[in-house]
C-alpha cells in the first residue's frame, strides 16, 4: 500500500506526479521531493517557492524541512534565499549527524557548495501583492495572517514514512521571522513505526502544541488518524482560546502506516489532497462541526474557480 496526503488543493498535482512514483516503488522520500519541488516551481502559488510572498523587507525568505520515520533523520532549512527548491536542501541536510537545521546565510552558503540551484524566488506577482499591501496599510505593516504552506506526508510499498514541508511563511514577516514548518515535531513529525503528520495555520499557535509529534503520539497510542487529528486540533485550539482568549488558525494532515489518513482543522475553507493506491488523486474541503472534521469532495465548479482565483492577471492598486 502507497499513499500521500498533502495540506492545500494547490499539492495535487505535485501528489499526483509522487503518487505515480510510488506506484513505480520509488522511495517515499524520492516522492515527497518530488511532489514538493513541483509546488516550490509553479510560479502562482503565493506561500511556497517561486512567487511566494515576501517578508516587510520584500525579501523572500523560505522554510522548509525533511523527515525519514525510518532512521529519525531530520533536516531543515530557514530563511533562506535565492535556492529554487527548499525542500531539496531540507533532504540533503537530513543526511548529517549534527549541522541538520541552518538558517538565512549559513544555509545559503551550504546550498552554494552543495551545488543547489540559484534562482531569485521573487516573482513580479509577488512584488504587485507586497506593493498593494503597502498602500492598504499605510500605518502598520502587519503580517497577513493567512497561510498556505505545503506539508506532504508520503507512504512507500515498503512501509516508509516520509514528511516534508515547505513554505515562504507569513506574507509581510519580520526579517528572520521562522514559523513552525521547519521545526520538528510542530510542522511535521514522521515514526514509520506509526505513522506521520504536518501542519499549516499561525505557526506561533501550531508550535505551542507541538501538533504534529502529538498526533503522531496519539496515532501511536492507538488512534486512528482522524481521530487524532482532531483531539490535537480541538484540544490546542481550546487551550489557546481559555489562556490567550483566542486561537490562530490550526489545520493538520495525518498518514498511519496502514495507509489510512486524518485531516482537521479550526478555520473554513481548508483544503487537502490525497492519492493512494487504486484511487484517483483527489481534493476535499474540511469543515469542523462541533469538533467533528467532516471531508468533503471538492466540486468542479470549486477546482476550476481555485485556478481561476491564482492564475488571474494581477492590478497594482
Ligand atoms: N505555518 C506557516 C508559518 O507560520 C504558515 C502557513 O502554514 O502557511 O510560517
Redesign the pocket.
Known amino acids: 500500500m502507497w499513499a500521500m496526503i498533502a495540506?492545500w488543493r494547490m499539492a495535487l498535482e505535485g501528489i499526483t506526479a509522487g503518487g505515480e512514483m510510488l506506484e513505480n516503488n520509488a522511495s517515499a522520500g524520492d516522492a515527497l521531493e518530488k511532489a514538493i519541488q513541483d509546488i516550490e516551481d509553479f510560479p502562482y502559488y503565493k506561500?511556497v517557492g517561486y512567487g511566494g510572498l515576501p517578508n516587510e523587507e520584500m525579501e523572500v525568505e523560505l522554510?522548509a524541512a525533511y523527515m525519514d520515520g525510518d532512521t529519525m533523520d531530520v533536516g531543515a532549512v530557514a530563511a533562506i534565499k535565492d535556492f529554487a527548491n527548499p525542500i531539496s536542501i531540507a533532504k540533503r541536510l537530513s543526511k548529517e549527524s549534527v549541522n541538520c537545521l541552518l538558517v538565512a546565510e549559513g544555509a545559503e552558503k551550504f546550498a552554494h557548495k552543495e551545488g543547489f540551484e540559484r534562482k531569485n524566488m521573487l516573482s513580479d506577482r509577488a512584488k504587485i501583492h507586497y506593493r498593494n499591501r503597502v498602500k492598504e496599510q499605510q500605518q502598520e505593516l502587519r503580517p497577513y495572517i493567512g497561510?498556505?504552506?505545503v506539508g506532504v506526508v508520503s507512504l512507500d510499498k515498503a512501509g516508509k514514512i516520509v514528511v516534508g514541508t515547505s513554505?515562504s511563511?507569513?506574507f509581510m514577516?519580520k526579517k528572520g521571522r521562522?514559523?513552525?514548518?521547519p521545526i520538528i515535531g510542530s510542522?511535521f513529525y514522521a515514526d514509520s513505526e506509526v505513522g506521520g503528520a504536518s501542519?499549516?495555520?499561525?505557526?506561533?499557535d501550531?508550535m505551542k502544541g507541538c501538533i504534529s509529534y502529538e498526533i503522531v503520539r496519539l496515532m501511536k497510542e492507538g488512534h486512528h488518524p482522524q481521530e487524532a487529528c482532531e483531539i490535537a486540533v480541538n484540544k490546542l485550539d481550546a487551550e489557546l482560546k481559555q489562556r490567550r482568549g483566542k486561537a490562530g488558525d490550526l489545520s493538520v494532515v495525518a498518514l498511519n502506516n496502514k495507509g489510512e489518513y486524518g485531516v482537521a482543522t479550526n478555520i473554513e475553507g481548508f483544503s487537502f489532497a490525497i492519492a493512494r493506491e487504486n484511487e484517483e488523486p483527489a481534493v476535499y474541503l474540511v469543515k469542523n462541526i462541533d469538533g467533528k472534521c467532516v471531508h468533503e469532495l471538492a466540486s468542479q465548479e470549486w477546482l476550476d474557480n481555485y485556478m481561476k482565483t491564482r492564475t488571474a492577471p494581477l492590478k497594482e492598486n
Not at 501542519?199 to 506561533?204: H, K
Open positions: 495540506t506561500s522554510d497561510h498556505d504552506t513554505t511563511g507569513l514577516k521562522v514559523g513552525d514548518s510542522g501542519a499549516t495555520g499561525l505557526g506561533e501550531l
